[in-house]
């Protein structure tokens, strides 16, 4: 248990649907970040959020939406995804101003697009 | 950040020490290492993170050579949770990660 949860833990959606992922967490992180790990690739930043502003974008195309209502929660949404999107969706926080020491996981949500 | 290089597996019996190495033969002089591992179906878990003088905490001990170009994690008594895939990152402090690489595949066996 890291203190980061995330919802659904699995989810499986068609191209046409609007999902949203869903990452919380307990630590008082001001730092919040998504991730995105596909089958036989390295884990790869997608957004960073610093006091719920976004500061990096690692060119993610547009049917990727973030939000980041406060400090303690982040969404990804979802919507007309393409079958390799298909991953495993992990959220992290950390403590401090543009990344910090070290970065607490969620367990991660395992995305299928069909 | 500076590149690093990680032999892709290594086993180790349990009860033994799993030394894991990490070339990073480029890196800058305020760049750290940092050490995480992932188990299977996991988020990465951060494990410990050094300059140049070696550290040790409750989970492992890493040994940073004189020169910095490479280093070493030391997991003292591998048990069978350990599993896992270890990843060496060099970074300046309070920067982002952008990838982890493809990490050093542990496997411990009874």
């Known amino acids: 248990e890291t203190g980061v949860t995330q919802t659904p833990r699995h989810l499986v959606m068609g191209m046409t649907n609007k999902k949203s992922l869903k990452c919380e967490q307990h630590?008082?992180?001001?730092?919040m970040y998504w991730y995105k790990q596909s089958a036989k690739k390295p884990l790869e930043l997608m957004f960073v959020y610093n006091f719920k502003e976004q500061t990096e974008n690692n060119s993610v195309p547009s049917r990727f939406s973030p939000e980041c209502p406060n400090s303690s929660h982040l969404f990804l949404h979802l919507h007309t995804l393409q079958p390799e999107d298909s991953a495993l969706y992990l959220c992290a926080s950390s403590q401090g101003s543009q990344g910090a020491r070290e970065q607490y996981f969620g367990p991660g949500t395992r995305l299928t697009v069909t | 950040d500076a590149k690093t290089t990680q032999p892709p597996s290594m086993d180790c019996a349990e009860g033994r020490a799993a030394n894991l190495p990490c070339n990073h033969s480029?890196?800058?002089?305020?760049?750290?290492v940092y050490w995480y591992r992932q188990i299977h179906s996991q988020g990465p878990q951060y494990i410990i993170h050094?300059?140049?003088n070696n550290e040790t905490n409750e989970m492992a001990s890493l040994i940073i050579t004189e020169d910095r170009k490479s280093s070493t994690l030391i997991l003292p008594h591998a048990t069978l949770r350990d599993t896992a895939v270890y990843y060496c990152?060099?970074?300046?402090?309070?920067?982002?990660?952008?990838?982890f690489g493809r990490g050093t595949s542990l496997i411990v066996h009874p």
């Open positions: 990152i060099v970074r300046v402090e309070g920067s982002y990660i952008p990838t």
């Open positions: 630590l008082g992180h001001n730092a």
């Open positions: 050094g300059l140049k």
């Open positions: 480029t890196i800058s002089g305020n760049e750290y």
